[in-house]
């Protein structure tokens, strides 16, 4: 608490004045107490001035605990949140009626005295002595202060907390050497500013302003004389004068503070007399803490931003230091939601699934090349009761989220794809893709390699019977075929997945590191509905991952701004095999499996999932401007599957990835784009034999370039809206992922392009369209 003083080089008036500080200490302590003068001979012999100045002489003040408010993009409000509900205000933003009636009734000789009050120690030591108890005591309205300092500083530590509010010699002693610096540094405006700023009126509220709100609604600037008699008339046991559950004791205890100011002479008494006669007139404002009081179904979002700030180094290098300065409050942080995808989030989710059914969905937008968490929303709504919940479907464990996430079934499918294609395998190679097949082995792992010796063999098969190769990436991506991605993983190997995925950030719930078996190309290991978007970001970003952000900016109660997270933008992916990414999930949406997912006014693409006995289906999807994934399945620990299940009051004998999340996020992506600038993909042609491109509409338009950090992405040329009378399931040859005519790209540079965009040279003999070059 700061350095100590000796009584060094002090006048004779300043020593006497400290020696008759410490005679008159132990009446003082007592006093303050309210212990009985009898036994208490002795202790004034204990008192020095030595003593005195053993105590350091600096108090230091933490800054009051206050609300944070938490914004969306514009400026909107999403949440408060505090440890303690404190508005901290100015003198001048206080009723003068509400200064005079807490001086009045705690210390009204305030103005008169310095820190010690000798007439009312004389008063109390009296008082005590003819009544043989502890009838009354005498600390003045300064040292009430300073054991309130400490009680703050104490925080949430319940043993702090009662050794601040102890009644010892020691801490009287102590609080009486700080009231004497606080006076000296202060002056008796502040003292009273603070002291009304950091005393506790009951009902969850700190400080006068937060209990004028509580009990009456409106700033504390406007409180009348009975009401300011009421909060004053508080502090001295906010349980046992609270007006909201007792107001009959609560009328005695303001009637009591009325007379004291006429008493005073702060009013007449005739002004107290009238203003007895009323009756306690509430308007209550119940407390609103936390982000179960969220708006626009952000529950969920809030508590990530109050995980984020509490995980991230940036705001602390230890999570107990992120905590204090959370608790301390009085933060004001602009985040990353943009209230018109929140908007379009909570009503497709509403359209969907009911907030009673067996299942539930979740559903996470963002940015492409910035990282923002644009929308995040569940089923389940964020609160204690029956269908709600605090587990955040969208996050990662250590953010709040489920314990192991939800297996993302052929979702996972394009880091597969994207994998192969970085290691020079192009979209035209063939594998037979058999309805089912055991797992190839071995299998190259990072650190070995991965056999089948399993007994039976693992083994693998296609969602119909009728998926029967050969395929090749174009037609299996759409069509979903399991063996297919087998078969390729067992060629590329899993080391250059797993170094892959970790680039995207894709990392499963848990926290554990995503295992080396073929099956992850199904999508076996739980991940998290941001973390699917995010990592379909970077295909729209043409091959640049961006780390998630939802915190923009924020500034502290003096309005001093706060260092941030920054995204931190990665090339991961050559712009080739993000565009090739694109064109192969484009056609997902425009014939395959995610056809009810398409977006009728731009281009999307996506992929959905759908994991063994249907306990999970997702779409995962995105324009050049927005990214989305959409999870339906059980949220609890019972897995539900669904078969034969109604969910949003709809009838479904099997759920599958396009039936429902796709749906679902068409329409919650639909209304964020409301309004937005149409973008489309760079053209890469896919065509598997001779025949000649189909044509979509359009005029050219160049490729959009990745975005940089934290800059929207750009539109990439003019032309008509792609996505307008889309073409039925292509043939042969048809091209996937744009316009044909100018702007055209060959994914495979070094590489002769054929008829119908076929990739030149002597094929391998795995089958038609080329192999591995």
């Known amino acids: 608490m700061g350095k100590k003083r000796s009584g060094a080089g002090l006048s004779g008036s300043h020593q006497a004045a400290k020696f008759l500080g410490v005679s008159v200490l132990a009446g003082v302590v007592l006093a303050g107490l309210a212990i009985p003068a009898a036994g208490a001979f002795g202790l004034a012999a204990k008192g020095t001035v030595e003593g005195f100045d053993e105590i350091p002489a600096n108090l230091k003040t933490p800054p009051l605990s206050q609300r944070t408010t938490i914004l969306d993009a514009e400026g909107g409000l999403i949440a408060t949140v505090y440890s303690r509900d404190r508005q901290v205000v100015p003198l001048t933003s206080i009723s003068p009626y509400m200064q005079k009636a807490i001086v009045a009734i705690e210390d009204s000789r305030f103005y008169e005295h310095g820190a010690v009050d000798l007439k009312g120690i004389l008063r109390a030591v009296n008082r005590n002595a003819q009544e043989g108890s502890a009838a009354q005591g005498a600390s003045t309205l300064t040292q009430q202060y300073v054991k309130n300092v400490f009680v703050e500083e104490a925080g949430d530590d319940e043993s702090k907390v009662r050794e601040a509010q102890e009644k010892s010699l020691g801490r009287k002693v102590r609080e009486l ?100 006669k009323k009756p306690i007139q509430l308007k209550v404002t119940r407390p609103r803490n936390g982000c179960i009081t969220a708006v626009k179904g952000a529950g969920f979002f809030c508590d990530y931003v109050r995980n984020t700030f509490l995980t991230d180094p940036v705001f602390g290098k230890t999570r107990e230091e992120r905590g204090r300065l959370w608790n301390q409050g009085g933060l004001t942080i602009r985040t990353t939601l943009d209230p018109q995808a929140q908007d379009s989030v909570n009503e497709s989710i509403k359209d969907h699934v009911n907030q009673d059914d067996k299942v539930a969905t979740a559903v996470t937008l963002v940015q492409p090349g910035t990282g923002k968490v644009l929308g995040m929303g569940q089923s389940k709504p964020y609160g204690f009761g029956k ?62 390699t991965w056999v089948n010796d399993a007994r039976p063999r693992d ?70 509905p941001l973390t699917m978007a995010n990592a379909y970001a970077t295909f729209a970003n043409r091959g640049v991952y961006c780390t998630p952000v939802a915190i923009e900016s924020i500034t502290d109660a003096h309005g001093k701004a706060l260092q941030v997270p920054k995204s931190k933008c990665d090339r991961v992916l050559t712009e080739r095999t993000a565009d090739t990414i694109n064109a192969l999930l484009l056609g997902v949406v425009d014939s395959g499996t995610g056809a009810q997912a398409g977006l009728t006014d731009r281009q999307s693409a996506g992929k959905t999932g759908t994991t063994d006995e249907r306990y999970n289906a997702w779409f995962v999807g995105y324009t050049p401007n ?70 979509r509409p359009g005029g050219g338009q160049q490729p959009n370039r990745p975005n940089k950090p934290g800059k929207p992405n750009r539109p990439g040329g003019g032309g008509d809206k792609p996505g307008d009378d889309r073409p039925g399931p292509t043939t042969a040859g048809g091209t996937l992922g744009g316009n044909t005519t100018g702007g055209n790209t060959n994914p495979f540079p070094g590489i002769t392009l054929g008829p119908g965009g076929v990739i030149g040279g002597p094929t391998d003999g795995n089958g038609p369209g080329g192999g591995r070059n």
């Open 177 to 276: 050497k700080y009231a004497i610096q606080v006076e000296e540094e202060l002056g008796k405006k502040k003292i009273l500013e603070n002291y009304l700023n950091i005393t506790y009126f009951g009902q969850q509220a700190y400080g006068v302003e937060s209990a004028s709100q509580r009990y009456f609604s409106k700033p504390a600037k406007d409180l009348t004389l009975e009401e300011s008699a009421l909060l004053a008339g508080v502090v001295q046991s906010p349980s046992r004068y609270d007006p909201v559950n007792d107001s009959a004791e609560a009328t005695k205890r303001r009637n009591t503070v009325l007379q004291r100011m006429a008493d005073v002479k702060d009013i007449s008494q005739a002004e107290a007399d009238e203003a007895k």
């Open 387 to 448: 269908n709600e919940t605090q587990i955040n479907y969208s996050v990662d464990k250590r953010m709040g989220g489920s314990n192991f996430g939800f297996p993302t079934g052929s979702t996972f499918k394009p880091f597969v794809a994207a994998a192969a294609i970085e290691q020079g395998i192009p979209p035209t190679k063939s594998y037979l893709s058999p309805y089912e097949m055991d797992y190839p082995s071995p299998v190259q792992t990072c650190n070995g």
């Open 459 to 528: 083994h693998v098969e296609n969602e119909k019977t009728s998926e029967v190769g050969p395929f090749t990436m174009r037609d299996a991506m759409a069509m979903s075929v399991n063996t297919y991605f087998v078969e390729m993983i067992s060629e590329v190997g899993l080391c250059p997945l797993s170094q892959l995925t970790t680039k995207l950030g894709v990392v499963p719930a848990d926290g554990t590191k995503l295992k080396e078996v073929p099956s992850i190309a199904l999508g076996t290991e739980g991940m998290s």
């Open 626 to 695: 927005i990214a989305g994934a959409t999870w339906v399945g059980s949220g609890g620990t019972k897995q539900v599957s669904m078969e034969n299940i109604t969910i949003g009051g709809q009838y479904y004998s099997e759920v599958c990835g396009g039936c429902l999340p796709g749906p679902i996020w068409k329409q919650a992506v639909s209304g964020a784009l409301t309004g937005h600038e149409v973008l489309t993909f760079p053209t890469v042609y896919l065509g598997d034999a001779g025949a000649p491109p189909a044509t």
